[in-house]
Antibody, heavy 120, light 107 residues
Framework: QVQLQESGPGLVKPSQTLSLLCTVS??????????WTWIRHHPGKGLEWVGN???????YYNPSLESQVTISLDASKNQFSLKMTSVTAADTAIYYC????????????WGQGTTVTVSS | EIVLTQSPGTLSLSPGERATLSCRAS???????LNWYHQKAGQAPSLLIY???SRATGIPDRFSGSGSGTDFTLTISRLEPEDFGVYYC?????????FGGGTKLQI
């Protein structure tokens, strides 16, 4: 059974870098079964796709966030990460890591989500 | 980017009733690459339907998806109490992937 778990600080100061980790169990991130994905949910708003990384390290980003986002894999720890630079209050959200299955291109496994607040 | 508009915003129904949720795209969704998710309060979304009409593993057959091009529908034939929550459509036909604003289903 594939499981994902987010970790990282819940509070980040404006202009600093947000760093989150997603620990994967039940499948190796080095296999081509999933695109490893970050999605965020702003308070009172809908879901926003941030981007993903494939086992080959190829990344795909939302163009609206591409200048401030880096998603990468650490196969040795079976983890993938999100780094977002120069954050503002607009980056306050619940951040989910998810696996987009390469079988049917849908996010069929999700972490529980972690709340990140950007505030001084 | 493709904008997905979901309607209605809120739907109030009783157990046993039929629910029809709409998702309209600002341009045609390539190859009907559209998914539906269900999110309960305090939980992550969970996959219901992929490819517009295929049920995900373990999803009961009271859930069905249909549509093509720019108009898609999620139908729940007989509502159960556990079906409350917010339903989102999501397209993956063109980058960036986008989600609709959600329909809140109140039982």
């Amino acid at each position: 059974q594939v499981q994902l778990q987010e970790s990282g600080p819940g509070l980040v100061k404006p202009s600093q870098t947000l760093s989150l980790l997603c620990t994967v169990s039940g499948v190796s991130v080095s296999r081509g079964d999933y695109y490893w994905t970050w999605i965020r949910h702003h308070p009172g708003k809908g879901l926003e796709w941030v981007g993903n990384v494939y086992y080959s390290a190829r990344t795909y980003y939302n163009p609206s966030l591409e200048s401030q986002v880096t998603i990468s894999l650490d196969a040795s720890k079976n983890q993938f990460s999100l780094k977002m630079t120069s954050v503002t209050a607009a980056d306050t959200a619940i951040y989910y890591c998810a696996g987009e299955s390469t079988r049917h291109y849908a996010m069929d496994v999700w972490g529980q989500g972690t709340t990140v607040t950007v505030s001084s | 980017e493709i904008v997905l508009t979901q309607s209605p915003g809120t739907l109030s129904l009783s157990p046993g009733e039929r629910a029809t949720l709409s998702c309209r795209a600002s341009q045609s969704v390539t190859s009907n690459y559209l998914n539906w998710y269900h999110q309960k309060a305090g939980q992550a979304p969970s996959l219901l339907i992929y490819g517009a009409s295929s049920r995900a593993t373990g999803i009961p057959d009271r859930f069905s998806g249909s549509g093509s091009g720019t108009d898609f529908t999620l139908t729940i034939s007989r509502l159960e109490p556990e079906d409350f929550g917010v339903y989102y459509c999501q397209q993956y036909g063109s980058s960036p992937y986008t989600f609709g604003g959600g329909t809140k289903l109140q039982i």
